[in-house]
């Protein structure tokens, strides 16, 4: 009974497609973020549900750790194999398998990625909507429980998968949800699936949600004399309901790093940008609406496009606001805090944070998704001077006693992994003991991504 | 260790709030649709959580039922106190606790049904919109993962609890979610408690997503030739991304109670009625829209208006077509089937179910959330011909079999209870022996409404 034994039982029926080479060990240990590499023992490539649930079952027997791994976009640890093991890669489980245009849903495998779905897709008319940022795989964004940009109109995970296939610790395949736009039958086991970081089982088919692509799309930017304004924008503009499809938030310092990254000559002030989906008379009043509201609230210069070029340049830019960041001091590298509160304690929140990040020794700008309550600072380190990272991680503490004090969450879209660990006793309470006891009751050996989520005996 | 000692020491100290007259326990007992009577020993009227922890610690001691009751409104038998208990009514715990305009959430007792919230909120210019036609209880309507004719728009129970409080079957009490509009903190309790039907907890309170009341509502009906017709245009509406508030099916025998019920003229042949929620402006446009999709499809004589009488007069017309339906024959009663089926196949499935009643010896006239693929039959009963009921039985069980077939679930929206569970291994397989798994890991007792949802041992 050995993480060995179990590896020379897999290589038996996987042959070339179990890895032992250093490059792919230390490729999937590594971390997107500032945690410790965490190498697995091996790198499995399945390619069907079948062989997963083998895989699943071999290390059942020998109590192996079997962590499950997607495109490796995560930001908190989730896929370092922290007590060794097997990682599950997921690369060649990457197709499409069928598309109801009439339903409008997709079934796929988990490791497709969001933009090759979405090139897939194309010609039908539809898309799937959830948008980290990140080219993440769709199986890891569920794990997790991503959302983004775009999350103000079309929810998260939790509300775009529809129905999922998984394997669970003891090698049993099961199926949640389906194809049916709704059910009451029963628990919710997509839901428990949806976020459990590959703790209760691995995801190998999901079924998404579609959404027509729109007529028209419609974009702009917004500077602002205040933070408290742009939000106030934003609360009255969901109280209107006027519908949104992307509303984010840049502050000051993002809008000069922007302006440095991108040679442009935004007002360095906080900006929001925004996105309007619907048809061409629809996104023309919503944005004029928009516009209205904004000034109201000390918006400036708000110029709104539905131009294709105009759009693609402003979001590439957002999504470029971590590179266009960390290019504010050569050789930084940027540590990404993530925290989610009530929009109405949302200004609060961010202009304590801008505080706390000004009397640090390091400079962190800040943006995020205000429709949601979601922001990120993203903390600039230098790998050089140690005490940065102690700094960042500061500040990143202090960012979710506040978000928990406000009654928030301590992470937005990023998860727990083993990074927010230390927070689930003050955000949970007993919830807290109650998802170990469901963990212990679907995997009581402990094998599925050992050290994440919940507590640790 | 029984029930009649449990009864004891709840009576110490819930005093008068215990009752055990026969009145209390016939009605707790009785069910709205055709189940047999099963009344509890007593019924319990607790007026704070702390009380509903002492009442589910007590019962925990002796080993007796405790069954969580809302409005009475449920119709799969979730409240039959099948082996007797405890009914713990949440009639005394039915208060607003807290609107958060800004936030536009709102923190509720379990007892208040959605109407007198509706009420509550009027002044605010937020509503919650979660609509199953009866005037049920949040707290039941999160138990049941209820939905209805909003859904298209708005979502179902799942969808609108951000957070809820729950007392477990050992008087633990836990929160879930919380204030903020998303998290990625660990597994999603609330998720696992909405649709649980009180066996893994007594819900004792819910924040709720509420949205803007919207400026202008318009409504229409249109009559068509054909289902296959009417179920196009709802297809090619959605994927025109023209945002529905309310898509609602009826069919000829519907409409020909309607006609009957409310001395009106409607053609009778298949009809959708639509709502659409928005400014002015979008609301005029989305209706113009819909009308020339309607017209593409064999859609006649659509009309729509923005004024609030005639919009009443249609809503007022839909949620009364139970009566209107079981007035098409003195004394009958309405058996009333639930199934939701990909909307790819949902003409399929009306058909093939309209056939079979046809041949039947009774009748059904049939309606639905057809924007959802979800749609009931109202199989008329006489109370005092037997052969009936077994025939409003058989087709109901056809129904669901047919759902299943199709990749549909056996209930979209009423709950599994007592009704449903022989389906629950064709529609889940082992995933229901997951469910079980979970029951069993927060009731090991099985205290909490035994008998409902999950394998009885």
Not at 62 to 73: N, R, S
Not at 175 to 182: F, L, P, S, V
Not at 310 to 335: D, F, M, Q, T, V
Request: glycine content about 12%; some cysteine; overall charge negative.
């Amino acid at each position: 009974m050995s993480i060995a034994t179990a590896l020379d039982a897999l290589s038996l029926f996987l042959g070339q497609r179990l890895s032992r080479s250093k490059h792919d060990l230390d490729q999937h240990g590594a971390s997107e973020a500032h945690y410790r590499a965490a190498p697995p023992d091996a790198v499995a490539y399945p390619t069907t549900t079948e062989e997963v649930a083998q895989i699943v079952r071999t290390c059942a027997e020998h109590d192996c750790p079997v962590i499950g791994y997607g495109a490796g976009t995560s930001l908190e640890g989730h896929t370092a194999a922290i007590r060794g093991g097997v990682t599950v890669d997921f690369a060649q489980m990457n197709k499409v398998l069928e598309v109801r245009p009439e339903d409008m849903t997709v079934t796929v495998q988990p490791g497709i990625t969001r933009m090759t779905l979405n090139e897939e897709l194309r010609a039908t008319g539809l898309f799937f909507p959830v948008d980290p940022g990140a080219d993440a795989s769709i199986g890891g964004m569920a794990a997790t429980r991503a959302s983004g940009t775009t999350t103000v109109r079309y929810g998260t995970m939790r509300d775009n998968v529809l129905g999922l296939e998984a394997v669970l610790a003891d090698g049993r395949v099961i199926r949640t949800g389906g194809q049916a736009r709704k059910s009451s039958a029963g628990y919710d086991l997509t839901g428990l699936m949806v976020g459990s970081e590959g703790t209760l089982g691995l995801i190998t088919e999901l079924t998404l949600r579609l959404h027509g692509q729109p007529e028209a799309v419609s974009s702009g930017v917004c500077a602002f004399d205040s933070f408290e304004g742009a939000v106030q924008a934003v609360i009255e503009t969901i109280q209107s309901g006027i519908p949104m499809a992307r509303i984010e938030f840049v502050d000051a310092d993002t809008a000069r790093a922007f302006n440095l990254y991108a040679k442009m000559d935004l007002p360095e002030t906080p900006h929001l940008m925004i996105e309007f989906h619907g048809s061409d008379a629809a996104v023309a009043e919503q944005s004029e609406r928009f516009g209205e509201i904004a000034e109201a609230n000390g918006g400036q210069g708000f110029r709104w496009s539905t131009k294709e070029e105009e759009r693609r340049a402003l979001w590439s830019l957002r999504h470029n606001a971590y590179y266009a960041i960390i290019g504010l001091e050569k050789g930084a590298r940027g540590l990404v805090t993530d925290i989610c509160v009530p929009i109405s304690r949302l200004a609060e929140a961010v202009e304590e944070t801008r505080a706390d990040i000004a009397a640090s020794s390091i400079q962190g700008p800040i943006l995020g998704h205000v429709g949601d309550g979601n922001f990120h600072a993203i903390l600039l380190v230098h790998p050089d001077r140690p005490g940065d990272l102690d700094e960042a991680k500061r500040l990143s503490h202090q960012m979710v006693e506040r978000s928990l004090r406000l009654g928030g969450t301590c992470t937005g879209e990023h998860g727990i992994g083993i990074g927010k660990l230390d927070y689930m006793t003050a955000e949970h309470g007993p919830g807290w003991d109650v998802m170990g006891e469901l963990k212990r009751a679907l995997d009581p050996k402990g094998i599925l991504n050992p050290g994440k989520v919940i507590r640790q005996n």
